[in-house]
């Protein structure tokens, strides 16, 4: 199958038709993505979310680096490795605070090679972060979205390889995907990938 055929053939499932917005991942552009993006490393989102329930009130920049580490593991406890993911976490915002200042212009200014030069960021975590924090044009690849593409007989040796054969499949069809995210591509990505995670979910349930 070709990119296209993927993406036409995931779109008629409707599969985002009740994603907190549109650009699927909840809060999107905001710094709750980034502190999301960390937590959801080797756990359900279902725990994610019970951990961010326990942070309102928290989650923006500034108020974020006023937690103390141990306050932090405690609200994070349900997501789980919160020993390692709350110093990771306060890490990762004090750099931010110091690299860039405010969280917008974090999110103008970011790079993918910023990102992985810090503590536990790997790279489905720091494309997340771009497309769904900064929401800049990245197409993140996942362990959902391996397996639904094997399901279509499509199978790489590397997460660039994945990245690359989606992403150029997209701009190389934009013509016929375009109209489908409001002419958007970080919206593409976003919904993309959405796609791939909702179809996975619906599949085990079968």
Same mark, same amino acid.
């Given at each position: 199958?070709?990119?296209?055929?993927?993406?036409?053939?995931?779109?008629?499932?409707?599969?985002?038709?009740?994603?907190?917005?549109?650009?699927?991942?909840?809060?999107?552009?905001?710094?709750?993505?980034?502190?999301?993006?960390?937590?959801?490393?080797?756990?359900?989102?279902?725990?994610?979310?019970?951990?961010?329930?326990?942070?309102?009130?928290?989650?923006?920049?500034?108020?974020?680096?006023?937690?103390?580490?141990?306050?932090?593991?405690? !609200?994070?406890?349900?997501?789980?490795?919160?020993?390692?993911?709350?110093?990771?976490?306060?890490?990762?915002?004090?750099?931010?605070?110091?690299?860039?200042?405010?969280?917008?212009?974090?999110? !103008?200014?970011?790079?993918?090679?910023?990102?992985?030069?810090? !503590?536990?960021?790997? !790279?489905?975590?720091?494309?997340?972060?771009?497309?769904?924090?900064?929401?800049?044009?990245?197409?993140?690849?996942?362990?959902?979205?391996?397996?639904?593409?094997?399901?279509?007989?499509?199978?790489?040796?590397?997460?660039?390889?994945?990245?690359?054969?989606?992403?150029?499949?997209?701009?190389?069809?934009?013509?016929?995907?375009?109209?489908?995210?409001?002419?958007?591509?970080?919206?593409?990505?976003?919904?993309?990938?959405?796609?791939?995670?909702?179809?996975?979910?619906?599949?085990?349930?079968?």
């Amino acid at each position: 199958m070709s990119v296209l055929e993927i993406f036409l053939f995931l779109h008629r499932q409707n599969l985002l038709k009740n994603a907190p917005n549109k650009y699927w991942w909840p809060n999107a552009g905001t710094f709750e993505v980034v502190v999301s993006a960390v937590l959801t490393q080797n756990t359900t989102w279902k725990n994610v979310e019970k951990s961010l329930k326990n942070l309102d009130g928290f989650l923006d920049l500034d108020c974020f680096v006023t937690l103390n580490e141990a306050t932090l593991k405690e !609200k994070i406890r349900p997501s789980g490795f919160y020993n390692q993911k709350a110093p990771r976490l306060l890490a990762l915002a004090d750099s931010i605070r110091r690299d860039f200042q405010t969280f917008e212009n974090f999110t !103008k200014n970011v790079t993918r090679e910023w990102l992985l030069a810090q !503590k536990g960021i790997g !790279k489905e975590s720091a494309d997340a972060i771009l497309c769904y924090a900064a929401l800049k044009p990245v197409m993140v690849i996942d362990a959902y979205t391996k397996r639904t593409l094997a399901s279509f007989g499509i199978e790489m040796q590397s997460y660039e390889a994945y990245q690359e054969f989606l992403q150029e499949g997209v701009i190389k069809n934009w013509e016929s995907i375009s109209s489908l995210c409001e002419n958007d591509l970080t919206l593409c990505f976003a919904r993309f990938h959405g796609m791939f995670v909702e179809y996975n979910k619906l599949q085990k349930k079968k």
